[in-house]
């Protein structure tokens, strides 16, 4: 009777504890870490949509890949997962030198870099760059929220600015 009455109870712990199917639809920890990180990220395309809902004048947008992005950051080790150009309207676009050259537009660039502390580095890093060589056309605003790094052309008068940062923050 007690060895029945110990089967019993080991095999109830045991399906109690795993093993089931239920098991089966509950992601491993390292999945719903990932699942959660994919829900929090603010992706380029959706900061478009807030800019231009809030009436920012956002006209065309250049979304990056791995092969097109200017920087050659995107999807490389340490480099940002999403990246994009959009152009203000308020903002004289350049023109290209020669016939074909593509032309990116002028406005801003979304830099998603993954991790809060990236974005900051990659912050820095163009702040040092800005300051070495002192070169006005380098400067810009720079903003971040969580890890997003939203950098804008100094063209863009501050209070317009600071309109573009207040929507990236209100994410």
Known sequence: ???????????????????????????KQEEAQEIERKVAVIE???????????GLPVGDVVIHTAESDPNNLLGRPDGYTASAHFE???????????????VLPKGGVIEVWGTQEKAEARKTYIEEVNNTFNMPGLKQYMYIHKDVLLRLEYDIIPDQAKKYEDVLNSL
Do not use: H, N, Y
């Not at 109830?12 to 504890?17: D, G, I, S, V």
């Not at 380029?44 to 809030?54: G, K, N, Y």
């Open 1 to 27: 009777m007690k060895k029945t009455l110990i089967l019993i109870l080991l095999s109830t712990a045991l399906t109690a504890c795993g093993g089931g199917e239920k098991d089966q639809d509950i992601p």
């Open 88 to 102: 203000d309207t308020s903002v004289e676009q350049d023109q290209p030198f020669e016939e074909g050259e593509t």
């Open 44 to 54: 380029p395309t959706e900061l478009i949509q807030a800019f231009r809902a809030s």
